[in-house]
């Protein structure tokens, strides 16, 4: 579940240290065995009751077509939707509302109206925060893995070891930016948040081979969307003081009235 991690580690290695792992002859870095288990006081969890729940897509972007149109995996609760671009490296850009322009007849599609002289550049995705209706619960997991380096001889090896651990220290706040995943899949979810990344121990298993031992720490989120016939969304509501004959207030800003 960190294949994620795994990816935005490598791609960082590749790019602030170019000389040492890219190129003919240069040291790799792969990761081995990992293992996992769960938080004791959140192994055996329970789902909470059906409701509202927050939920997050990650959706490809092309910045040579910005405008889409883009369709969200789940067809999403009436209320607020927050939108954002997010390149290769975990940076968010948070769209304003009249970036955004959704489909009055489909309330999961939407379109990107950049304002101009918006910097698309470097960037690779769109993220959505919204609202479904699901039941949900959380499970916390605490992973453990092995970054092998490996390199010509033991003193590149060496070299390439500490460089490594010096670029993943000072990027440490991105790789946990990036280390975050979801998958959907006929109406359930599966969210993982990084929240912490440890360097618990390291060893040279041969003269030229160096390894670090990380840890990380996961909140998976598990949900499970609400069929048709389990639930109604509250799309309007009525102001306190006012009676029932009173226009109602609709909940979603994204619907024009």
């Not at 006081?41 to 149109?69: K, N, R, W």
């Not at 033991?154 to 975050?180: F, K, P, Y």
């Not at 006929?186 to 990380?214: C, D, H, I």
Request: proline share 7%; with cysteine; net charge neutral.
């Amino acid at each position: 579940m960190l294949l994620a991690l795994e990816n935005a580690v490598d791609a960082l290695l590749r790019s602030e240290l170019p000389a040492l792992f890219a190129g003919a002859g240069a040291a790799t870095a792969s990761f081995a065995k990992q293992t996992w288990d769960f938080d004791r006081l959140s192994a055996d969890p329970l789902a909470g009751e059906p409701g509202p729940q927050d939920a997050v897509d990650d959706l490809s972007f092309d910045p040579a077509v910005p405008g889409g149109p883009y369709l969200l995996t789940r067809p999403p609760y009436p209320g607020s939707k927050r939108v954002y671009l997010r390149s290769a490296a975990g940076e968010l850009v948070a769209l304003a509302p009249s970036e955004v322009v959704w489909n009055p007849a489909d309330a999961a599609s939407f379109s990107l109206a950049p304002r101009p002289g918006r910097d698309l550049v470097g960037f690779s995705r769109v993220q959505v925060l919204y609202g479904v209706v699901a039941a949900a619960t959380h499970l916390k997991v605490r992973h453990q893995l092995s970054l092998q380096i490996a390199a010509a001889d033991a003193a590149a090896a060496e070299r390439a070891c500490a460089l490594a651990l010096s670029v993943l220290v000072m990027h440490r706040a991105a790789l946990l930016r990036a280390g975050g995943t979801s998958w959907t899949a006929n109406g359930y979810q599966a969210a993982s948040v990084l929240k912490a990344l440890k360097f618990a121990a390291g060893a040279a298993p041969a003269s030229a081979t160096r390894s670090l031992m990380l840890e990380a720490e996961v909140d998976l989120r598990l949900e499970r969307l609400l069929g048709a016939d389990e639930g109604h969304a509250i799309r309007h509501i009525v102001s306190p003081g006012r009676s029932s004959g009173s226009k109602p207030i609709d909940v979603d800003p994204a619907v024009q009235s």
